[in-house]
Antibody, heavy 120, light 107 residues
Framework: EVQLVESGGGLVQPGGSLRLSCAASGFTFSSYWMSWVRQAPGKGLEWVANIKQDGSEKNYVGSVKGRFTISRDNAKSSLYLQMNSLRVEDTAVYYC?????????????WGQGTLVTVSS | DIQMTQSPSSLSASVGDRVTITCRASQSISNYLNWYQQKPGKAPNLLIYAASSLQSGVPSRFSGSGFGTDFTLTISSLQPEDFATYYCQQSHTTPNTFGQGTKLEIK
């Protein structure tokens, strides 16, 4: 059974940093694109970033470029999101998601999410 | 970035109704269009990928169509568990943008 478990969320002050983790199990982690998607309280879904199977390609939404870094450790079946220079508008539930596999894609599996609150 | 526009933003319907939600892309995305269902407090669930392909385990009352810029999600006969929010997403060009969502409520 595919499982994605996020951790690392919490309360942080504006300008601070946080590192999210996503532990994957139940599939060959190194075979799939992985993504982070966020959802601000009461709002819609926003795609944040994705990373290729071997980490050689990374893509970001404009609002986080230069502040967030997506990475992965295939040996540990883990996905990460390093978030620096956090802003109030980064407050959201952050979901880790696995590509469906194949193209065209779609996020076929999701974690339960971890809440990041940026507030003074 | 490619903008995705869903309509309507909200919809009231009854059990057994046929419902259609539309999604328009600001430029052609071929068939790189996905549909998700999200219930309150839960992660989204992939329903349809590649515009019209049903994800494994999703009931056949869900269907998708479209190509290029205009897409639809149809629920042929609404069931009580279908009342949720639905999102389209393009995966043609990063950032893989979502529509704003359509909240489907019980009439």
């Amino acid at each position: 059974e595919v499982q994605l478990v996020e951790s690392g969320g919490g309360l942080v002050q504006p300008g601070g940093s946080l590192r999210l983790s996503c532990a994957a199990s139940g599939f060959t982690f190194s075979s799939y694109w992985m993504s982070w998607v966020r959802q601000a309280p009461g709002k819609g879904l926003e795609w944040v970033a994705n990373i290729k199977q071997d980490g050689s390609e990374k893509n970001y939404v404009g609002s986080v470029k230069g502040r967030f870094t997506i990475s992965r450790d295939n040996a540990k079946s883990s996905l990460y999101l390093q978030m620096n220079s956090l802003r109030v508008e980064d407050t959201a539930v952050y979901y880790c998601a696995r590509d469906r596999g194949g193209s065209p894609g779609g996020e076929g599996f999701w974690g339960q999410g971890t809440l990041v609150t940026v507030s003074s | 970035d490619i903008q995705m526009t869903q309509s309507p933003s909200s919809l009231s319907a009854s059990v057994g109704d046929r419902v259609t939600i539309t999604c328009r892309a600001s430029q052609s995305i071929s068939n790189y269009l996905n549909w998700y269902q999200q219930k309150p407090g839960k992660a989204p669930n992939l329903l349809i990928y590649a515009a019209s392909s049903l994800q494994s385990g999703v009931p056949s009352r869900f269907s998708g169509s479209g190509f290029g810029t205009d897409f639809t999600l149809t629920i042929s006969s609404l069931q009580p568990e279908d009342f949720a929010t639905y999102y389209c997403q393009q995966s043609h060009t990063t950032p893989n943008t979502f529509g704003q969502g359509t909240k489907l409520e019980i009439k």
